[in-house]
Each structure stands twice: as structure tokens, then as C-alpha cells.
């Protein structure tokens, strides 16, 4: 069982800044996978950024140059630096972490979800 704690959410108005993060806890693999997806109203969930044990980041399109994740190993947390917000940021974001072993994913976890609204 991996656990996932996540801060970090709120108000800020068109082009401000936010700091999400998550901790993990539990039997974590040392190969795994960090990461934020977000789901706005009538949305589906859609991948904002994750980042790999080994160290590479993958980003969506949106939130390049704007947003950038980064992760502790040492605190197995993983954090998401918002910049130059806008309303379409607008949504409930999730910490999600997968652990791989053999090349197969062995787990798949999702935290509660935090919300971040963007609005003047």
C-alpha cells in the first residue's frame, strides 16, 4: 500500500503563482513514477505532469513554460511549481504515483485531490 498526502491548492487570481504538494508513504518501489493529473468540471482527468525516479519530466502541452514538477527522493515527494496561472487552470488536481518492478507496473495510486481555482 502507497499513501498519498497532497497540499498546496487554493484561490489565486489570472497569473499568479501556487505550489502543490505530495508526499508518499508506504511500500514504495525505488523505479516508479510521480506525477499530477487534473479533471475540471464535465472534463475528463488529463495528465498535467509527471516525473520518473530516474529523473526524466513529461509535461502536457498547456502548462509547458508555465508549470514545472520537481521531486525529493530522499522525502518521496513530489512538487508542482504553478506560474503565470489562468482560469483554465481551473480544476481539482490529483498526486498520482505508480511503482514498476520487471519492467510491469505493480501498483497504482491516486490522492484525494486539491483543488486550484484560477479567478479574479
Known amino acids: 500500500q502507497v499513501q498519498l498526502v497532497e497540499s498546496g491548492g487554493g484561490l489565486v487570481q489570472p497569473g499568479g503563482s501556487l505550489r502543490l504538494s505530495c508526499a508518499a508513504s508506504?511500500?514504495?518501489?525505488?523505479?516508479?513514477?510521480m506525477g499530477w493529473y487534473r479533471q475540471a468540471p464535465g472534463k475528463q482527468r488529463e495528465l498535467v505532469a509527471t516525473?520518473?525516479?530516474?529523473?526524466?519530466?513529461d509535461y502536457a502541452d498547456s502548462v509547458k513554460g508555465r508549470f514545472t514538477i520537481s521531486r525529493d527522493n530522499a522525502k518521496n515527494t513530489v512538487y508542482l511549481q504553478m506560474n503565470s496561472l489562468r482560469p483554465e487552470d481551473t480544476a481539482v488536481y490529483y498526486c498520482?504515483?505508480?511503482?514498476?518492478?520487471?519492467?510491469?507496473?505493480?501498483?497504482?495510486?491516486w490522492g484525494q485531490g486539491t483543488q486550484v481555482t484560477v479567478s479574479s
Open positions: 498520482h504515483t505508480a511503482g514498476w518492478r520487471g519492467g510491469l507496473k505493480k501498483y497504482d495510486y
Open positions: 508506504g511500500n514504495i518501489f525505488r523505479a516508479n513514477t
Open positions: 516525473t520518473a525516479s530516474g529523473g526524466t519530466t
